[in-house]
């Protein structure tokens, strides 16, 4: 992936298609590419080959089959409620069909909208019953992550009601809390000492 992305960005993309017209000089600069992304054990064993499209197609034969039952692993155990979020969900999809892609393998929209509301939460059988009217898979998508956000909607409302209810109960519960002994005589030294605050010392009587 980061081969082709870095060809791509140099327009050398031409250099690893099969009977391309590419000129010597951008030849060399494609095979120095792929050679920088190639570990040095593959290096060292592929140094000879200067035709980056000779050079693709032997990695291609090597590791085609490796990778294409790499993935089909990965597809194979993939189930959409073992994901806490479509996103997350989204990009296991598209890192393995990408997978498939390299080894020359298309995955249908058929094949997506299958797999994903095949694999559905059981209590989800309404979702998976209107999924099966998509037709495209990135239409049942944005399908998945509008309720998404609304599901996510209701539960920050319920959290907000639930956090000021609690809220209420230990604010009323503290009002009607009797007060405790020590509170009691704190208050009754307190109006003592107001009282003489108002007392006239000399005449014993209290000033208004």
């Given amino acids: 992936m980061n081969t082709s992305v870095a060809l791509k960005s140099r327009r050398l993309e031409k250099c690893i298609i099969d009977g391309n017209n590419a000129i ?24 000879n080959i200067e035709d980056p499209c000779d050079l693709l197609t032997k990695l291609n034969s090597r590791y085609s089959m490796a990778f294409w039952r790499k993935a089909m692993n990965e597809w194979k155990i993939l189930r959409f409620h073992d994901f806490e979020s479509v996103d997350e969900y989204n990009s296991a999809v598209m890192k393995i069909t990408y997978s498939f892609q390299l080894c020359g393998e298309v995955v249908t929209h058929e094949d997506l909208l ?95």
């Fill in 24 to 47: 010597e000089s951008e030849k060399h600069r494609a095979i120095t590419i792929m050679s920088y992304h190639l570990t040095e054990d593959l290096r060292d064993q592929y140094l």
């Fill in 114 to 208: 299958y797999k994903t509301y095949s694999t559905f939460h059981p209590k989800d059988l309404l979702l998976s019953h209107k999924a099966k009217g998509f037709t495209t898979y990135n239409d049942l998508l944005s399908c998945l992550l509008a309720t998404e956000q609304r599901e996510q909607k209701v539960i920050d409302t319920i959290s907000r009601f639930e956090k000021l209810q609690k809220r209420y109960i230990e604010q009323r519960n503290s009002e009607m809390r009797p007060p405790e002994a020590n509170e009691a005589k704190n208050d009754k030294e307190e109006s003592k000492e107001a009282v003489w605050k108002y007392m006239d010392c000399e005449t014993s009587l209290y000033i208004d």
